[in-house]
């Protein structure tokens, strides 16, 4: 009998449960944490009143972590153990991080990194000891913890983190991660562009195809969503994990040392306060036509003509990958209805001049472009925790790029192509290729390419246990699961037994934006190539197929050929292999045929022969009642 609780008359009814949780951008060179507070998100404050987090950790001997402003006052003195921009080195190792060169020019100039990290994981040497990337982006993330609770009076029970939008599985994985290593519960990674078509799809009446432009200071990202009745789907998406406004500082403090007559600067001091003068000069010029700089002995004046001049290379590869996403979306630049920008770079007018001429329209700004992700999130999490109903909004994001299987000649099998709408779960069958075949291997693979050498690897793993079969018997089922923060899981299971291999796919270093424009643009150079590559590569394992069957046969049931029929079906395996080895596809088909007209006799033979062996001694009775 279940008991009902009846209210006092005249009471007021209870307050529902207000779950706390919060959203966290976690960005390059500054964090945010945003939650919600009397029907609206804000972001929250620190003690002094100031919303943004520099993401910089300052490690002294002997003492706790000093992380925002604090540790940010410490990089002109103690810049060796000022910890700045560890986003980008996220699920990297320290050779991917050594050979981007310029992309981490701050990290390769200030840091001494430990060389016999294991694995390759990086690890910065610092007065506290060795640090990683995890471990930096967890003091930062703590910080941020700290400050919500404070401010919510409570602890915190979830929390949704932004993540660039081509992070991939690594990057991903070390961000959950270090938010495990402060105890923080994820509830979901969130892409930045994402994030911020939430704020402002809640926020606005906008509806329509709008591009989410999403500069940081050490990631870019370009998203096009189409806003329709509260629905947020992302049509395409692109980007560079190596590309932001730090970049745009690195092309005025290379202007003031060439100005300067200034050599390469090793010195981790003069570095640090080279970069305060050109992070100083990009934000005058915001506003003033012209700024003076002055560093070392040398002054000069740069104008914002000449800005525009410096940093015309990395314009054009914003405005590139734009042009890719909407071409991607097989769009024009004319169906855009609105641009958002997002991401504290975007103030530079450089970028908003160069946005509002590609699209032919200004770009809206009416959220702080700082803020605006940390919103998205904090509305994200709001929902994800159970104060507000899931339906209030649906939110669907994509894979960037394809993911499959090598199958036998190199093939690649796309499971789930590139700009499926995540998460998503596909399956596919399979089957053995060699007769008594007890284990298989299985080859993980993203791109857009046909063949196996032009993608790139991600995991392997191998499913033992299946039972002997004859070639083509056994039944193995492959499903591909990536979930809501794009992370991918792969499953084999031999369907007769049950037998199940998996894995999570973790790789140990991530894509940059030109290796994914490389894998792009390369499928698109080579379809052509590529569809007669795998022609040949079907066609010559069809044939190969036939060879070992065959060859089987014959070694079985040889006695059943007449000499005649042993020289036909043996001049006809001749020519398949050869072929096979040199032919196009078209002729290795037309061989595979003839192999297959020349043996037909002798395998109609063998089946009428298998088949009495197997039916002798019972009886038409016995058969039928076998197959009711």
């Known amino acids: 009998m279940a008991l009902l609780q009846i209210s006092e008359p005249g009471s007021k009814p209870a307050k529902p449960l207000h779950r706390l949780a919060v959203g966290i951008d976690l960005g390059t060179t500054n964090s945010l944490v945003a939650a919600s507070s009397a029907g609206a998100v804000e972001i929250l404050a620190d003690d002094e009143g100031s919303h943004l987090l520099p993401s910089v950790v300052h490690y002294p001997a002997g003492l706790e972590p000093v992380v ?6 410490q990089l002109t ?10 986003k980008r080195m996220l699920g990297k190792n320290l050779l991917d991080i050594q050979a981007e060169g310029d992309a981490n020019k701050a990290a390769t100039s200030l840091y001494q990194f430990d060389q016999n990290s ?34 919510l009076g409570g602890k915190l029970e979830g929390v949704v983190i932004t993540v660039p939008a081509y992070f991939n599985d690594a990057q991903r994985q070390q961000t959950k991660e270090a938010a495990k290593l402060v105890g923080l519960n994820v509830l979901r990674l969130l892409n930045e562009p994402t994030a911020a078509a939430v704020a402002y799809g809640l926020d606005t009446n906008d509806q329509g195809r709008i591009i989410i432009f999403d500069l940081g200071g050490g990631t870019f990202d370009v998203s096009l969503l189409s806003l329709q009745r509260g629905v947020f789907e992302v049509l395409s998406t692109g980007g560079d994990t190596n590309l932001g406004g730090d970049d ?8 003031i040392c060439s100005e300067a007559g200034l050599d390469q600067i090793t010195d981790s001091k003069s570095f640090a306060r080279l970069r305060n003068a ?47 996403v909407i071409r991607d979306a097989s769009i024009s630049v004319d169906e855009i209805d609105n641009i958002v920008l997002v991401g504290g770079a975007t103030r530079m007018l450089v970028i908003r001049e160069a946005v509002a001429e590609f699209f032919g329209k200004p770009a809206l700004a009416e959220i702080d472009p700082d803020k605006v992700v940390a919103i998205g999130a904090g509305i994200q999490a709001d929902v994800l925790i159970g104060n507000k109903p899931a339906n209030d909004f649906l939110l669907l994001d994509v894979n960037p790029l394809s993911l499959g299987i090598e199958t036998m000649g190199e093939l690649v099998e796309k499971i789930i192509p590139r700009n499926t709408t995540i998460p998503v779960a596909r399956d596919q069958e399979f089957t053995t290729f060699k007769e008594g075949q007890t284990a298989m291997s299985f080859h993980v693979v993203q791109g857009e390419r046909e063949l196996v050498s032009d993608c790139r690897s991600l995991a392997r793993f191998e499913l033992r246990g299946i039972p002997p079969m004859v070639a083509g018997a056994a039944k193995i089922r492959v499903k591909f699961q990536v979930d809501a923060d794009g992370l991918l899981s792969v499953s084999a299971e031999e369907l007769s037994t049950g037998m ?17 424009e490389e894998m792009l643009q390369s499928s698109q150079e080579n379809a052509l190539a590529d569809m007669e590559a795998r022609s040949i590569g079907e066609a010559r394992l069809e044939a190969q197929q036939l060879i070992d069957a065959l060859a089987s046969a014959v070694e079985i049931d040889g006695d059943l050929l007449d000499e005649s029929e042993s020289l036909l079906i043996k001049a006809a395996i001749e020519k398949l292999e050869r072929a096979n080895t040199e032919g196009d596809s078209s002729e290795i088909r037309v061989l595979t045929e003839d192999l297959n007209r020349v043996s037909g006799n002798f395998a109609a033979r063998r089946m009428d022969l298998h088949i009495g062996a197997a039916l002798r001694g019972e009886s038409i009775d016995m058969i039928e009642s076998s197959s009711d």
Do not use: Y
């Open 278 to 324: 050109a992070i100083a000069a990009k934000h005058s010029l915001t506003e003033a036509d012209i700024v003076e700089i002055n560093f070392e002995n040398w002054q000069g004046a740069l104008s914002r003509a000449q800005f525009i001049e410096l940093s015309a290379e990395l314009v054009k590869r914003i405005i590139n990958t734009c042009r890719r």
């Open 248 to 255: 745009f500082d690195r092309v005025i403090m290379d202007w």
């Open 77 to 86: 003195i103690d810049p060796a153990n000022t910890i700045i921009s560890a």
């Open 118 to 151: 294991r694995d390759g994981v990086p690890q910065i040497l610092t007065a506290a000891g060795l640090k990683s990337p995890v471990q930096i982006s967890a003091d930062i993330l703590g910080t941020l913890a700290s400050r919500a609770e404070s401010v």
């Open 500 to 516: 199940i291999a998996e894995i999570q796919v973790k790789p140990s270093f991530g894509l940059n934006a030109d290796a994914i």
């Open 68 to 73: 925002g402003q604090d540790a940010l006052d």
